[in-house]
Structures are given as C-alpha cells and as structure tokens.
C-alpha cells in the first residue's frame, strides 16, 4: 500500500488522491504531466538536490522560461525545506549578480537558452533542454535515490525569496514564508471559484509572484489543471482559450494582456464562454479594458496585491465586477486593510491615503535587509506604497503608485486617472503619463502615447480631449509620441524608463 502523504506536501497528496489527474499541460514543450508524474520528479529532484549538497534553508536559484521546472523545484525545496530563488531572466548579468551575490544560492538551474549567462554567474549548475532527456537536470533526475526523506516544514519556514523589481536602488529580496503561499491559496481559492476542475490558461512570467500565485499554486493547491505558456502571444492565447478540447476555465494577466487581446483582430471572434474568472492586477486598469471585455460577456475580475503580500491582498468579487467597476475588491478573507494619511492616521472615507496590510500572507521582510524591513511596517502594518481610496460599502479603489503621483500646482495628481482620459481616444494603441518640472507650477504632466497604426493623432488632439474630461491642473502640457512602451516582464509600464528618457539632466523643464 502507498504511505499516507504529509499533510503539507499538495502534490503527494493530490498523487495518492487523484494520481491520474493532469495538473500540469506545457504548451511550449507539448509535455504533460498528471499528479502521479509530478510527483514521481519532485522525489527525484528532491534525492538529486539532496546528493548535491542541498539542505534545510540553502538556496537553489532558477533561470528560465516558463516551464513545469518551475513547479518541480518548488516542490522538491519544499520537501528538503530548501529555498527557491526564482530569477528574473530579462535582467542583466551584473543585475543578476548583484541578486546571486546578496542570497548565495549553492546551484544554480538554468534553461539551455540562458546557458551563456549561466556560466556567467556560477559553477555549479543543473541545464534545462526540452529536447534533450540526456541534459544534466533530467540525467539527475534519472540517476537519483528513488527517495528522499521529506522534513516536516512549518508556515514560518521560508519557501522562496522573491526580488522586487527594483524600481528604486538595488532590487530587495522579498522573503515569501510557506504560510504565506498557505494563505494565498486560502484567500484566492474560494473567491476565484477554484476547485480540481478547474484550468487556467497561465501567461505570466513564473518567476514573478503573478504568474507562480495568481492563480497556478492555488490550482495546483485544489488539485487542478494549469496551461503552461512560455511567452505570452495575444493571438495564441485567444486561440487556446476559444479551444473547447482544452476547457480553460481561468486566466489571469496584468492590463497589458488584457489589452493586446482586445486590439487583435482574433478578439471579437473569440469563444469566451467558458470562462468562469478572468482576473486582473499588477496595475490600475483602464476603464477602455475594462469595458472592452465586458462587452464581450467577460466582467474582468480586479484585484491588488504585490509581491510582499504573496500576492493577494484585495480582490472583486465575480458578482461586483459591473457593478463596481474599476474597484479592487475588498480585503481577501483573512487579511486586513488600512487607508491612512501623511498623519498616519485613518482617512475619513472617501478620502485618499496610503494601503497598509496585515495579515498571514504578508512577509516577515526582506532578505539580509533589517533596515528595510523596520521601515517598512508600522506596528506590524506593512506600507504597500500604493495610495487608494475607499467606498461608502468598503470597496477599495487603488488610485496609483504614491511614487508615481506628481503634485502640480499644489495639487495631487494621479497618472492613471489621466491615462484612462487618453485611452478614450480611439487613436491610441498605449499611453503613460508622467510628471515633469516645471518652473511655475513645479511640475505638470507629459503623456506618452503610442498610436493605432495608420492612425492621426498631435499634441493639440490630445489636448482638447483632455481639456473637456479632466481638471486643468490634470491635463498634461506636453505630449511624445512613441513607437512602444517600455514594460517589465510582467507588462507593467517602466515609468523610471520613461523618465530617464524624458527628463534627463539635459532636459530642459517645460515652462
């Protein structure tokens, strides 16, 4: 008779309950693998970390694409109570450095297709191919113990460490507990309608806490089928979620994608009918998306969390969706939320403030960083940097980044709020704002847009539009036009590009 599994190990348990079930479909590679499958190689990595030298607490680190690697790893640090070190893999080698430097993992695994860099910045290393069974990950895998013994890890037990973009300074380490991943299945599962029959279409990058936690881990948690895409393409992704052989049920994205499949010619045909929940987060969503995929039957359920609240935090429910359109939702089920003001005290309602959080699925800290983790929480609270607002029914409204908000005139001013006003304008294919100096009025808004091609549009277009939707104060004074945005891997908008770019030392403020 099998052994009973640990009451923490999701994929022993899922392998003995439902061994047959496919939890994890690689589209890139065609691979599939049911729960007895990923749990045979999360033993077998598990016995090969093992034999390397891996134990309690050490870190492994990964470089590559998405893939089921990713899945495997984790639950395989899992039963040696390793760490997962997930790696960023559109950064440089000296931003990788500076990451590998500050967390010492003892390997490094890496996709063939990052090789170069990979030797770059270790010795010892495990190489991911697809299409070669005899490449080092999976000659490990094969030559292994048959078993490990698995230690019992507790939710204070650190599952991976998770570094943050980095918008500011040297990115931080964002240490993620297995309690919070825990709780994350906990207060994402039951509002997101996921159960073992659910499948989820997912297009984020697994190395950012979007594509590994909203919602993969929590369908992995119920015994479900994740889809595996190993770069997101707005066409295929529409393809496969109109195909009824595959059943996709779930999808969650950033704005970005959401927004690329509703200006592709395959959008208005698609069949959209199958999906239960389409959810949206990473950044303030225009009401343009919003609207787009609601007239095709399909409410985008919004919610806000980052990569220290792993990552839900708030979320809509499917019901409120119209209703409530453009909210982020409540407070997730055993999580409590804060606004307050520059006096640290609680907003009147309505009012605007800062999101603080606290709960089970918020981080300890960072990693090899006190001083940053003492700033970054108040009696336990910690400080999203997000500024928000809250409804008469408790719904909250994440208004944009605190960093990103510029103050004109005296006035505070939100770019997302403007860039809603732009993405009414048919003309526009993507828009940013951002706030630049100004000798009277200290500084004003620029806007940044990227036209539909073959598409007129100038600055004074832009500007009447604005003038008869926005306070003046709001309407921005100068206008670019660009060929694209710069995005981060997740699709948010790299405004510290945009600003590098547009207001350099040698730009002169716009008076």
């Given at each position: 008779?099998?052994g009973?599994p640990?009451?923490?190990?999701?994929?022993?348990?899922?392998?003995?309950?439902?061994?047959?079930?496919?939890a994890?479909?690689?589209?890139?590679?065609?691979?599939?693998?049911?729960?007895?499958?990923?749990?045979?190689?999360?033993?077998?990595?598990?016995a090969?970390?093992?034999?390397l030298?891996?134990?309690?607490?050490?870190?492994?680190?990964?470089?590559?694409?998405?893939?089921?690697?990713?899945?495997?790893?984790?639950?395989?640090?899992?039963?040696?109570?390793?760490?997962?070190?997930p790696?960023?893999?559109?950064?440089?080698?000296?931003?990788?450095?500076?990451?590998?430097?500050?967390?010492?993992?003892?390997?490094?695994?890496?996709?063939?297709?990052?090789?170069?860099?990979?030797?770059?910045?270790?010795?010892?290393?495990?190489?991911?191919?697809?299409?070669?069974?005899?490449?080092?990950?999976?000659?490990?895998?094969?030559?292994?113990?048959?078993?490990?013994?698995?230690?019992?890890?507790?939710?204070?037990?650190?599952?991976?460490?998770?570094?943050?973009?980095?918008?500011?300074?040297?990115?931080?380490?964002?240490?993620i507990?297995?309690?919070?991943?825990?709780?994350?299945?906990?207060?994402?599962?039951?509002?997101?309608?996921?159960?073992?029959?659910?499948?989820?279409?997912?297009?984020?990058?697994?190395?950012?806490t979007?594509?590994?936690?909203?919602?993969?881990?929590?369908?992995?948690?119920?015994?479900?089928?994740?889809?595996?895409?190993?770069?997101?393409?707005?066409?295929?992704?529409?393809?496969?979620?109109?195909?009824?052989?595959?059943?996709?049920?779930?999808?969650?994205?950033?704005?970005?994608?959401?927004?690329?499949?509703?200006?592709?010619?395959?959008?208005?045909?698609?069949?959209?009918?199958?999906?239960?929940?389409?959810?949206?987060?990473?950044?303030?969503?225009?009401?343009?998306?919003?609207?787009?995929?609601?007239?095709?039957?399909?409410?985008?359920?919004?919610?806000?969390?980052?990569?220290?609240?792993?990552?839900?935090?708030?979320?809509?429910?499917?019901?409120?969706?119209?209703?409530?359109?453009?909210?982020?939702?409540?407070?997730?089920?055993?999580?409590?939320?804060?606004?307050?003001?520059?006096?640290?005290?609680?907003?009147?309602?309505?009012?605007?403030?800062?999101?603080?959080?606290?709960?089970?699925?918020?981080?300890?800290g960072?990693?090899?960083?006190?001083?940053?983790?003492?700033a970054?929480?108040?009696?336990?609270?910690?400080?999203?940097?997000?500024?928000?607002?809250?409804?008469?029914?408790g719904?909250?409204?994440?208004?944009?980044?605190?960093?990103?908000?510029?103050?004109?005139?005296?006035?505070?001013?939100?770019?997302?709020?403007?860039?809603?006003?732009?993405?009414?304008?048919?003309?526009?294919?993507?828009?940013?704002?951002?706030?630049?100096?100004?000798?009277?009025?200290?500084?004003?808004?620029?806007?940044?847009?990227?036209?539909?091609?073959?598409?007129?549009?100038?600055?004074?277009?832009?500007?009447?539009?604005?003038?008869?939707?926005?306070?003046?104060?709001?309407?921005?004074?100068?206008?670019?036009?660009?060929?694209?945005?710069?995005?981060?891997?997740?699709?948010?908008?790299?405004?510290?590009?945009?600003?590098v770019q547009?207001?350099?030392?040698?730009?002169?403020?716009?008076?």
């Open positions: 008779m099998p009973i640990p009451y923490y190990d999701w994929i022993a348990h899922h392998a003995h309950r439902r061994p047959a079930q496919l994890i479909d690689d589209l890139q590679t065609a691979r599939k693998f049911t729960y007895a499958d990923i749990d045979r190689r999360t033993g077998q990595l598990a090969a970390l093992s034999e030298g891996i134990a309690k607490g050490d870190r492994v680190a990964l470089l590559a694409p998405n893939g089921a690697e990713y899945f495997e790893l984790q639950f395989a640090c899992g039963r040696l109570g390793a760490i997962m070190l790696l960023n893999w559109r950064l440089t080698v000296p931003e990788l450095e500076y990451i590998l430097g500050d967390s010492s993992p003892k390997l490094l695994v890496h996709d063939k297709s990052f090789a170069q860099q990979a030797r770059a910045l270790a010795k010892n290393l495990l190489e991911i191919d697809a299409e070669n069974p005899d490449c080092t990950y999976e000659r490990a895998l094969a030559t292994a113990s048959k078993q490990v013994a698995a230690i019992e890890v507790t939710h204070d037990d650190i599952a991976m460490v998770m570094y943050t973009s980095g918008t500011t300074g040297h990115p931080k380490g964002a240490i507990t297995h309690g919070m991943v825990f709780w994350n299945c906990v207060n994402l599962g039951i509002p997101a309608l996921i159960s073992p029959k659910t499948v989820q279409l997912v297009v984020l990058p697994l190395f950012h979007g594509g590994l936690n909203c919602y993969a881990n929590p369908v992995l948690h119920a015994g479900g089928t994740i889809l595996i895409m190993r770069a997101f393409d707005p066409g295929l992704a529409l393809d496969y979620i109109s195909n009824p052989s595959l059943g996709i049920t779930h999808f969650f994205g950033v704005p970005a994608p959401y927004q690329f499949m509703m200006q592709h010619p395959k959008f208005q045909s698609a069949d959209l009918s199958r999906l239960q929940i389409a959810g949206v987060g990473g950044a303030p969503c225009a009401l343009a998306i919003l609207e787009g995929w609601s007239a095709r039957g399909v409410p985008l359920v919004q919610g806000w969390g980052m990569t220290e609240t792993s990552p839900a935090g708030t979320m809509l429910d499917a019901a409120d969706a119209i209703r409530k359109v453009g909210s982020a939702g409540k407070a997730m089920m055993h999580t409590a939320i804060r606004i307050i003001g520059d006096d640290g005290k609680d907003v009147d309602q309505g009012g605007i403030g800062e999101l603080l959080i606290k709960g089970p699925n918020i981080t300890p960072y990693w090899n960083k006190p001083e940053a983790t003492a970054a929480f108040t009696d336990g609270w910690l400080h999203t940097g997000d500024a928000a607002r809250m409804d008469d029914e719904f909250v409204y994440i208004v944009d980044r605190w960093k990103d908000m510029y103050i004109s005139g005296g006035e505070n001013v939100y770019p997302a709020e403007v860039e809603n006003v732009l993405f009414q304008l048919p003309q526009v294919a993507d828009a940013a704002i951002i706030g630049v100096p100004n000798e009277r009025w200290g500084e004003v808004g620029m806007a940044i847009i990227v036209r539909k091609p073959d598409q007129a549009l100038e600055e004074g277009d832009v500007i009447r539009h604005c003038l008869g939707r926005l306070a003046k104060f709001k309407v921005p004074q100068a206008v670019a036009f660009v060929d694209v945005l710069p995005r981060n891997a997740t699709g948010k908008v790299l405004k510290r590009d945009l600003r547009f207001v350099g030392a040698d730009k002169p403020a716009i008076s």
